[in-house]
C-alpha cells in the first residue's frame, strides 16, 4: 500500500512526467481498463445475483431460504463446515510446523502433495470416495456389511469438503512461518518456557492473522464447494443437500428467483467475509503488514 | 525486512513436535489425499493397456483436454495480463474505491463456483446484459469456447494479483528512482527495472490459476455448451464416462488429468523455491 | 494489544461451531418410516403431488405403519441410476427408460433382472413421447423431422450418453428416418449425422437443455419430452412458445421398479410396494394427466387434461429397435451410432 510514489514524482525534475510514475493519461487508462476488467468478470456476475434474488420481491425472498428443504441445505452445509474447517486447521498447523520450523529429505515433494487437492478436478475430488467406498468400490462391501454409509450420506460429504480444503490452511501458514524462523521460539524454549506454552504464547499470536485469512479462504470454499460434493450427495433433498446443490435444484425447477435467493446467502457470506478481511487489514494494518512481510 | 534474515532452516532444530507434526499432516493426507488417490490409479490400471490407450487416444479425450488445458492457458494469460495491471493500480495508484476494488479481487475465492456459473450464464447469454452487446456482432460467448474462457478467467484472476500484489508492495522505489535519473525511459524502467523481480510471483500466480482453471466444473458447465469436441471440458468427460458405469475410463482421464496436475504443482513450488534463492523471500 | 481480541474471534468461532453442530444433531433424528424414491429431471413436480397424495392415503389407513416423508433424488437419468449403483439406499427408482433399471439390477444385484414383468404395463405407470417445442409463431416453420436438418436450423437436445430423454430424442429421430428412407441404413445415418451437426449445446439433463432454450434463447427447436414442453409452456407463457407435434414419434415408457435389497434392508417393502401400486390408481393416473404425463388408464383422469395431449402415431422401441437391451450398445455405448455419426462438424 504505498502511496508515497505521489509526492516524490511531484517533486522529480520536469524532462520526464515522472520518476516513478506514469502520466496522467496513463494512469487513468490503467486504472479504467482494470475497473472494466473486474467489472465484466467479478461485479456484474455478483450483481447478477442479488438483483434476480430480489426480481420476485421480499416475501417470495423470505420464502426461498426459510422453507425446510432450504433451512435444511443450509444447516447441512453448516455441519460440514463446522467439522471440515477444524479438522484442517488442526492438520494445517501441524503441516506448517514440520515444513516450515524443520528442515528434512522430501520436503517440496510434501509441500506439492499438500497443495495437489487443489489443482485436483473436483469432480476427481468426489469419485475417487465413490471408487473407495462405494457399493462397487474397494470397501463398498465390507461397509455394507456392517450397515456404514460413506458415500451419499454426511461423512462422504464431509470427506469430500475436506479433500477441496485441504492446502488453505497450511497454504496460508507456510510462507509466513518460514520467514519468520525459529529464533522466537528457541528463545522462549531456552527461557524455561514447555513446549505448549512456546506454541500457543509464542508461534500462534505470532502467525495468527495468516491463520484467520486460511481459515477464512477455508472456510468459504467449503461452504461453496459443488463438484465434488455433486458426485458424493446422492442429491436427497432435505437430507443430502447442500446449498450449492440446493441452488442447481431450484435453478432447475425454473425456480430461478429462488436460486439466486438461497444463492445470494453464500454471496453475502463471501462479501461479509471479505468486509471482515478487509476490516481487519484497516484495522491491524500495520501490525499485519509487520507480521505478514515475507 | 525479514526478507533479508539468513536465520532460516539452520542445524538441526532444538524445536519439539516435529514427530508429531510430521505425524499428524502424513495421516491426514495419506487418509484424505494420498490412499484415495491410489484409488483412482489402481482402478484405471485395471482397465488394462489396451482399454486405456483407447480411451486416452480417442479423439473425444484429446478434444476435451486440449480445451481444458489451452482454455486454462488462455485464462491465465488474460489474467497474468490484467491481473498484473489490476495489482500495479492497487499498490501504486490512490483513486476512490481503491480499498473495495481491492476487498472484491478475492470474490471468486469466496463465491460459490455454481453461482458464479449461472450467473455467468445469465449475463453472458445472447440475451444476458454483456451478450446482448455482442450478439449484433454475431459473436456469442456463452455456450462456446469463449464462455469457458470467461468462467475460468473468473476462478483464476484472485491468484494472479494476490501473488503479484505483496511483492510490488515491497519494491524499492531508489532502484526505480536510479533508472529513471540515469535517462532510462519510463518504459524501459518497467521492463528492466520494476518487472524481472515481479516475473517469479507473476509466473506462480499464472501456474496457480492456469492449474485451478483446469480442474475447473461448477462454473463451467452452465456456461459452456458442452458439446463434445468443441465446448466439453475434461471433467465433464469424466461426469459422463461415469453415468455410463465406465468407472475405469473415468479413472484414466482423471488420472491423465492427475498427473498433469502435480506436474504443475511441483514446478511452482521449484519455481517458488528457486525464486526465494535468487530474490530472497517473495 | 490486539490478543484479546483475537480470542475473542476464536472463543466466537468455538461458540458458532458447538452451535452448527447442535442443530445437525437435532435434524438427524427421526424415527418413522421414510422412503427414498431416486427419479430423473422432469418428474419433480408429479412426484411432489404423488407423494402427498400417497401419504394421506396410507396413514389414513396405516396408522401403526405410517410414512414421515417420501425423499426425492432427482438428475440425469443415468447419473441417478449411477448413484443407486454406488449405494444409494434407494427404495424405489423411477428412471426414464428401462435400459438405466436394467444396469442398476445387473450391476447392483439387489433387484432381479426381470424386474420389468413384476408391474403391470412393463412397469410403466405412465407413458409419454417426444414433441418439438419451438419460438412463437414457429418463425423457421418447423414441421416434422425432416426440417431439423435444414442447414442454419439450430437444434436443443440433451447429451444422450447422459440424459434419458435425449436417448428417446435420438431414436425417434431414427425411427422416422428408416421409415422415410425405407431403411437404407446410409441415407439414415447420413440424417442423424446432419441433425447432430445442426446442435450448437448439449446439455447434460433435460432440465438443462430446456433452460437453455427458454431462458438463454438458445436454438430454433427444442426436442422434448411432451411433459416437460407443456411445463415449459405452462412456466414461461404460451405467447412465448408453441408445441410442434411431429408426424411419428416414440412411446417412451419411463419405468419404476423396487430395489429388493434396499427394502429389505430398510424394512420398508411393504410400504414402498405400495407406494408403486398407488401410481396405478385412478386417484394417481388423475394427478399423472395433470402433470402431462400420458396417463394408462384414461378413463381415471381429467377429459381436460386428456384433450391436451395431440394424436400422433407413435411407434415402440420393443417393435423398431428391439428393445433398451439391444438399443443402448448399439447406438449409445462406447464406439455406438452417437459416437460414429458426432463429428466435430463446426
Same mark, same amino acid.
Given at each position: 500500500?504505498?502511496?508515497?510514489?505521489?509526492?516524490?514524482?511531484?517533486?522529480?525534475?520536469?524532462?520526464?512526467?515522472?520518476? +516513478?510514475?506514469?502520466?496522467?493519461?496513463? +494512469?487513468?487508462?490503467?486504472?479504467?481498463?482494470?475497473?472494466?476488467?473486474?467489472?465484466?468478470?467479478?461485479?456484474?456476475?455478483?450483481?447478477?445475483?442479488?438483483?434476480?434474488?430480489?426480481?420476485?420481491?421480499?416475501?417470495?425472498?423470505?420464502?426461498?431460504?426459510?422453507?425446510?428443504?432450504?433451512?435444511?441445505?443450509?444447516?447441512?452445509?453448516?455441519?460440514?463446515?463446522?467439522?471440515?474447517?477444524?479438522?484442517?486447521?488442526?492438520?494445517?498447523?501441524?503441516?506448517?510446523?514440520?515444513?516450515?520450523?524443520?528442515?528434512?529429505?522430501?520436503?517440496?515433494?510434501?509441500?506439492?502433495?499438500?497443495?495437489?487437492?487443489?489443482?485436483?478436478?473436483?469432480?476427481?475430488?468426489?469419485?475417487?470416495?465413490?471408487?473407495?467406498?462405494?457399493?462397487?468400490?474397494?470397501?463398498?462391501?465390507?461397509?455394507?456389511?456392517?450397515?456404514?454409509?460413506?458415500?451419499?450420506?454426511?461423512?462422504?460429504?464431509?470427506?469430500?469438503?475436506?479433500?477441496?480444503?485441504?492446502?488453505?490452511?497450511?497454504?496460508?501458514?507456510?510462507?509466513?512461518?518460514?520467514?519468520?524462523?525459529?529464533?522466537?521460539?528457541?528463545?522462549?524454549?531456552?527461557?524455561?518456557?514447555?513446549?505448549?506454552?512456546?506454541?500457543?504464547?509464542?508461534?500462534?499470536?505470532?502467525?495468527?492473522?495468516?491463520?484467520?485469512?486460511?481459515?477464512?479462504?477455508?472456510?468459504?470454499?467449503?461452504?461453496?464447494?459443488?463438484?465434488?460434493?455433486?458426485?458424493?450427495?446422492?442429491?436427497? +433433498?432435505?437430507?443430502?443437500?447442500?446449498?450449492?446443490?440446493?441452488?442447481?435444484?431450484?435453478?432447475?425447477?425454473?425456480?430461478?428467483?429462488?436460486?439466486?435467493?438461497?444463492?445470494?446467502?453464500?454471496?453475502?457470506?463471501?462479501?461479509?467475509?471479505?468486509?471482515?478481511?478487509?476490516?481487519?487489514?484497516?484495522?491491524?494494518?500495520?501490525?499485519?503488514?509487520?507480521? +505478514?512481510?515475507? | 525486512?525479514?526478507?533479508? $534474515?539468513?536465520?532460516?532452516?539452520?542445524?538441526?532444530?532444538?524445536?519439539?513436535?516435529?514427530?508429531?507434526?510430521?505425524?499428524? $499432516?502424513?495421516?491426514?493426507?495419506?487418509?484424505?489425499?494420498?490412499?484415495?488417490?491410489?484409488?483412482?490409479?489402481?482402478?484405471?490400471?485395471?482397465?488394462?493397456?489396451?482399454?486405456?490407450?483407447?480411451?486416452?487416444?480417442?479423439?473425444? $479425450?484429446?478434444?476435451?483436454?486440449?480445451?481444458?488445458?489451452?482454455?486454462?492457458?488462455?485464462?491465465?494469460?488474460?489474467?497474468?495480463?490484467?491481473?498484473?495491471?489490476?495489482?500495479?493500480?492497487?499498490?501504486?495508484?490512490?483513486?476512490?474505491?481503491?480499498?473495495?476494488?481491492?476487498?472484491?479481487?478475492?470474490?471468486?475465492?469466496?463465491?460459490? $463456483?455454481?453461482?458464479?456459473?449461472?450467473?455467468?450464464?445469465?449475463?453472458?447469454?445472447?440475451?444476458?446484459?454483456?451478450?446482448?452487446?455482442?450478439?449484433?456482432?454475431?459473436?456469442?460467448?456463452?455456450?462456446?469456447?469463449?464462455?469457458?474462457?470467461?468462467?475460468?478467467?473468473?476462478?483464476?484472476?484472485?491468484?494472479?494479483?494476490?501473488?503479484?500484489?505483496?511483492?510490488?508492495?515491497?519494491?524499492?522505489?531508489?532502484?526505480?528512482?536510479?533508472?529513471?535519473?540515469?535517462?532510462?525511459?519510463?518504459?524501459?524502467?518497467?521492463?528492466?527495472?520494476?518487472?524481472?523481480?515481479?516475473?517469479?510471483?507473476?509466473?506462480?500466480?499464472?501456474?496457480?490459476?492456469?492449474?485451478?482453471?483446469?480442474?475447473?466444473?461448477?462454473?463451467?458447465?452452465?456456461?459452456?455448451?458442452?458439446?463434445?469436441?468443441?465446448?466439453?471440458?475434461?471433467?465433464?468427460?469424466?461426469?459422463?464416462?461415469?453415468?455410463?458405469?465406465?468407472?475405469?475410463?473415468?479413472?484414466?482421464?482423471?488420472?491423465?488429468?492427475?498427473?498433469?496436475?502435480?506436474?504443475?504443482?511441483?514446478?511452482?513450488?521449484?519455481?517458488?523455491?528457486?525464486?526465494?534463492?535468487?530474490?530472497?523471500?517473495? | 494489544?490486539?490478543? &484479546?481480541?483475537? @480470542?475473542?474471534?476464536?472463543?466466537?468461532?468455538?461458540?458458532?461451531?458447538?452451535? =452448527?453442530?447442535?442443530?445437525?444433531?437435532?435434524?438427524?433424528?427421526?424415527?418413522?418410516?421414510?422412503?427414498?424414491?431416486?427419479?430423473?429431471?422432469? =418428474?419433480?413436480?408429479?412426484?411432489?403431488?404423488?407423494?402427498?397424495?400417497?401419504?394421506?392415503?396410507?396413514?389414513?389407513?396405516?396408522?401403526?405403519?405410517?410414512?414421515?416423508?417420501? @425423499?426425492?433424488?432427482?438428475?440425469?437419468?443415468?447419473?441417478?441410476? @449411477?448413484?443407486?449403483?454406488?449405494?444409494?439406499?434407494?427404495?424405489?427408482? =423411477?428412471?426414464?427408460?428401462?435400459?438405466?433399471?436394467?444396469?442398476?439390477?445387473?450391476?447392483?444385484?439387489?433387484?432381479?433382472?426381470?424386474?420389468?414383468?413384476?408391474?403391470?404395463?412393463?412397469?410403466?405407470?405412465?407413458?409419454?413421447?417426444?414433441?418439438?417445442?419451438?419460438?412463437?409463431?414457429?418463425?423457421?416453420?418447423?414441421?416434422?423431422?425432416?426440417?431439423?436438418?435444414?442447414?442454419?436450423?439450430?437444434?436443443?437436445?440433451?447429451?444422450?450418453?447422459?440424459?434419458?430423454?435425449?436417448?428417446?430424442?435420438?431414436?425417434?429421430?431414427?425411427?422416422?428416418?428408416?421409415?422415410?428412407?425405407?431403411?437404407?441404413?446410409?441415407?439414415?445415418?447420413?440424417?442423424?449425422?446432419?441433425?447432430?451437426?445442426?446442435?450448437?449445446?448439449?446439455?447434460?439433463?433435460?432440465?438443462?437443455?430446456?433452460? =437453455?432454450?427458454?431462458?438463454?434463447?438458445?436454438?430454433?427447436?427444442?426436442?422434448?419430452?411432451?411433459?416437460?414442453?407443456?411445463?415449459?409452456?405452462?412456466?414461461?407463457?404460451?405467447?412465448?412458445?408453441?408445441?410442434?407435434?411431429?408426424?411419428?414419434?416414440?412411446?417412451?415408457? &419411463?419405468?419404476?421398479?423396487?430395489?429388493?435389497?434396499?427394502?429389505?434392508?430398510?424394512?420398508?417393502?411393504?410400504?414402498?410396494?405400495?407406494?408403486?401400486?398407488?401410481?396405478?390408481? &385412478?386417484?394417481?393416473?388423475?394427478?399423472?394427466?395433470?402433470?402431462?404425463?400420458?396417463? @394408462?388408464?384414461?378413463?381415471?383422469?381429467?377429459?381436460?387434461?386428456?384433450?391436451?395431449? &395431440?394424436?400422433?402415431?407413435?411407434?415402440?422401441?420393443?417393435?423398431?429397435?428391439?428393445?433398451?437391451?439391444?438399443?443402448?450398445?448399439?447406438?449409445?455405448?462406447?464406439?455406438?451410432?452417437?459416437?460414429?455419426?458426432?463429428?466435430?462438424?463446426?
Amino acid at each position: 500500500m504505498s502511496d508515497a510514489a505521489l509526492p516524490l514524482a511531484a517533486a522529480a525534475p520536469a524532462r520526464r512526467s515522472s520518476a +516513478r510514475g506514469e502520466s496522467l493519461g496513463v +494512469r487513468i487508462a490503467l486504472i479504467a481498463v482494470s475497473l472494466l476488467f473486474l467489472l465484466l468478470f467479478l461485479l456484474l456476475p455478483l450483481a447478477a445475483v442479488f438483483v434476480e434474488a430480489g426480481s420476485k420481491g421480499w416475501e417470495a425472498y423470505r420464502a426461498a431460504i426459510t422453507e425446510p428443504d432450504a433451512l435444511a441445505a443450509i444447516r447441512l452445509t453448516l455441519l460440514v463446515a463446522a467439522i471440515a474447517v477444524p479438522f484442517n486447521i488442526v492438520v494445517g498447523i501441524a503441516a506448517a510446523w514440520a515444513v516450515a520450523k524443520f528442515e528434512f529429505r522430501g520436503k517440496n515433494l510434501l509441500i506439492s502433495l499438500i497443495d495437489l487437492p487443489f489443482s485436483v478436478s473436483p469432480v476427481i475430488s468426489g469419485l475417487v470416495f465413490v471408487l473407495l467406498f462405494g457399493a462397487q468400490g474397494y470397501f463398498g462391501p465390507w461397509l455394507q456389511a456392517h450397515d456404514i454409509k460413506i458415500v451419499f450420506a454426511l461423512p462422504g460429504l464431509i470427506l469430500a469438503t475436506v479433500f477441496v480444503t485441504f492446502p488453505f490452511v497450511a497454504r496460508e501458514l507456510i510462507p509466513h512461518m518460514q520467514s519468520l524462523g525459529t529464533a522466537d521460539e528457541e528463545a522462549a524454549l531456552t527461557l524455561g518456557a514447555s513446549p505448549w506454552r512456546v506454541f500457543f504464547r509464542v508461534t500462534l499470536p505470532n502467525v495468527k492473522w495468516s491463520l484467520f485469512y486460511g481459515v477464512l479462504l477455508c472456510n468459504a470454499r467449503a461452504m461453496g464447494e459443488f463438484g465434488a460434493v455433486a458426485v458424493v450427495s446422492g442429491k436427497i +433433498r432435505g437430507l443430502t443437500n447442500t446449498m450449492p446443490l440446493h441452488i442447481e435444484i431450484l435453478y432447475n425447477e425454473y425456480m430461478g428467483a429462488a436460486a439466486f435467493a438461497v444463492a445470494s446467502l453464500l454471496a453475502g457470506l463471501a462479501l461479509i467475509t471479505l468486509a471482515l478481511k478487509t476490516f481487519l487489514e484497516w484495522r491491524f494494518g500495520d501490525e499485519i503488514a509487520a507480521s +505478514r512481510r515475507h | 525486512m525479514a526478507a533479508a $534474515t539468513p536465520l532460516r532452516w539452520r542445524e538441526p532444530s532444538i524445536l519439539p513436535g516435529f514427530g508429531m507434526a510430521l505425524g499428524i $499432516t502424513l495421516t491426514a493426507l495419506s487418509l484424505i489425499v494420498l490412499i484415495p488417490l491410489a484409488a483412482l490409479f489402481i482402478k484405471a490400471a485395471s482397465a488394462g493397456p489396451a482399454d486405456i490407450w483407447a480411451v486416452a487416444t480417442s479423439p473425444r $479425450t484429446l478434444a476435451a483436454l486440449k480445451l481444458s488445458f489451452l482454455g486454462a492457458l488462455f485464462a491465465a494469460l488474460v489474467n497474468a495480463v490484467f491481473g498484473l495491471i489490476l495489482a500495479w493500480v492497487l499498490v501504486r495508484y490512490e483513486f476512490p474505491g481503491r480499498r473495495l476494488i481491492d476487498a472484491a479481487v478475492d470474490l471468486p475465492f469466496a463465491l460459490p $463456483t455454481a453461482v458464479a456459473g449461472i450467473s455467468l450464464a445469465a449475463i453472458y447469454a445472447p440475451n444476458g446484459i454483456v451478450g446482448s452487446l455482442f450478439a449484433p456482432f454475431d459473436i456469442q460467448i456463452a455456450y462456446t469456447p469463449l464462455g469457458v474462457m470467461v468462467a475460468l478467467i473468473f476462478i483464476g484472476l484472485p491468484f494472479v494479483v494476490r501473488t503479484v500484489q505483496p511483492v510490488l508492495e515491497e519494491l524499492q522505489s531508489d532502484v526505480e528512482e536510479a533508472a529513471a535519473l540515469l535517462g532510462a525511459s519510463r518504459a524501459r524502467t518497467i521492463f528492466k527495472v520494476v518487472l524481472p523481480p515481479v516475473l517469479p510471483a507473476l509466473l506462480t500466480g499464472f501456474v496457480l490459476a492456469f492449474a485451478r482453471a483446469v480442474g475447473e466444473y461448477g462454473s463451467v458447465i452452465f456456461i459452456a455448451g458442452n458439446v463434445p469436441m468443441v465446448s466439453e471440458i475434461a471433467p465433464l468427460l469424466i461426469v459422463i464416462r461415469l453415468e455410463q458405469f465406465d468407472y475405469a475410463g473415468a479413472a484414466v482421464v482423471a488420472t491423465m488429468m492427475l498427473i498433469i496436475a502435480f506436474a504443475l504443482i511441483l514446478s511452482v513450488n521449484l519455481i517458488q523455491a528457486h525464486a526465494r534463492r535468487r530474490f530472497g523471500d517473495v | 494489544m490486539t490478543r &484479546p481480541l483475537f @480470542r475473542r474471534f476464536l472463543r466466537a468461532g468455538l461458540v458458532l461451531g458447538a452451535f =452448527t453442530l447442535g442443530l445437525g444433531v437435532t435434524a438427524g433424528a427421526q424415527a418413522q418410516t421414510e422412503l427414498l424414491n431416486v427419479s430423473y429431471d422432469p =418428474t419433480r413436480e408429479l412426484y411432489r403431488e404423488i407423494n402427498a397424495a400417497f401419504i394421506a392415503e396410507w396413514n389414513a389407513r396405516n396408522p401403526a405403519k405410517t410414512i414421515s416423508t417420501i @425423499r426425492q433424488s432427482h438428475g440425469g437419468s443415468g447419473a441417478q441410476a @449411477r448413484t443407486v449403483i454406488d449405494g444409494l439406499a434407494a427404495d424405489v427408482v =423411477t428412471l426414464a427408460l428401462a435400459g438405466d433399471i436394467d444396469a442398476v439390477a445387473e450391476r447392483s444385484k439387489k433387484l432381479p433382472l426381470d424386474w420389468q414383468n413384476r408391474l403391470p404395463h412393463n412397469s410403466s405407470p405412465y407413458t409419454s413421447t417426444i414433441v418439438f417445442l419451438v419460438r412463437k409463431g414457429n418463425p423457421k416453420a418447423i414441421q416434422d423431422w425432416g426440417d431439423l436438418v435444414k442447414p442454419g436450423i439450430r437444434v436443443i437436445t440433451p447429451n444422450p450418453k447422459t440424459s434419458g430423454g435425449a436417448r428417446w430424442n435420438y431414436l425417434a429421430a431414427w425411427a422416422y428416418a428408416e421409415k422415410a428412407f425405407g431403411k437404407d441404413e446410409a441415407k439414415v445415418r447420413d440424417y442423424i449425422a446432419k441433425l447432430l451437426a445442426n446442435v450448437p449445446v448439449l446439455d447434460t439433463g433435460a432440465r438443462g437443455a430446456t433452460t =437453455t432454450f427458454t431462458q438463454r434463447g438458445i436454438g430454433d427447436v427444442f426436442l422434448s419430452w411432451e411433459n416437460e414442453a407443456f411445463l415449459a409452456l405452462k412456466e414461461f407463457g404460451a405467447d412465448k412458445f408453441e408445441i410442434v407435434v411431429p408426424s411419428l414419434s416414440i412411446l417412451a415408457e &419411463p419405468p419404476v421398479a423396487l430395489v429388493d435389497g434396499n427394502v429389505d434392508a430398510k424394512k420398508s417393502r411393504e410400504q414402498a410396494q405400495a407406494y408403486l401400486d398407488f401410481l396405478y390408481t &385412478p386417484k394417481a393416473q388423475a394427478i399423472i394427466a395433470r402433470n402431462f404425463y400420458r396417463p @394408462r388408464n384414461p378413463e381415471a383422469a381429467d377429459p381436460k387434461d386428456l384433450a391436451n395431449f &395431440p394424436k400422433v402415431e407413435l411407434i415402440t422401441i420393443d417393435d423398431v429397435f428391439g428393445g433398451w437391451k439391444k438399443a443402448q450398445p448399439t447406438h449409445f455405448g462406447d464406439g455406438g451410432t452417437f459416437d460414429q455419426l458426432y463429428k466435430p462438424a463446426r
